[in-house]
């Protein structure tokens, strides 16, 4: 799984408020600007909807921000798996 886009979080943020705000407000949207699928997602069915937006579409676009963010904060937080597997003595090569 990988977005974020190696972005910051106060970027992916960024990020994501401006497209919130293009959906909601009717205007064009940016694609693979480093948010999730859900987040995506869940911005298309706001522009999808608009003028009728519902409160809940927002919601739900949202808590998929926070969710993929937290993924991709943890995902960028783990160190990179070494090239060549560490030599274990004792163990068969």
Excluded: N, W
Excluded at 8 to 34: C, D, I, K, N, Y
Excluded at 36 to 50: E, R
């Amino acid at each position: 799984m990988s977005f974020g886009g190696g972005h910051t979080a106060e970027a992916r943020f960024s990020t994501f408020e401006t497209e919130l705000s293009a959906a909601v407000g009717g205007q064009p949207m940016r694609m693979h600007v480093g948010l999730g699928p859900d987040t995506d997602s869940a911005l298309i069915t706001i522009a999808l909807a608009h003028p009728d937006i519902t409160d809940d579409m927002i919601a739900t676009a949202r808590r998929a921000f926070v969710a993929e963010s937290v993924v991709a904060d943890i995902v960028a937080e783990v160190p990179a798996l070494p090239e060549e597997p560490a030599a274990i003595p004792g163990a068969a090569q």
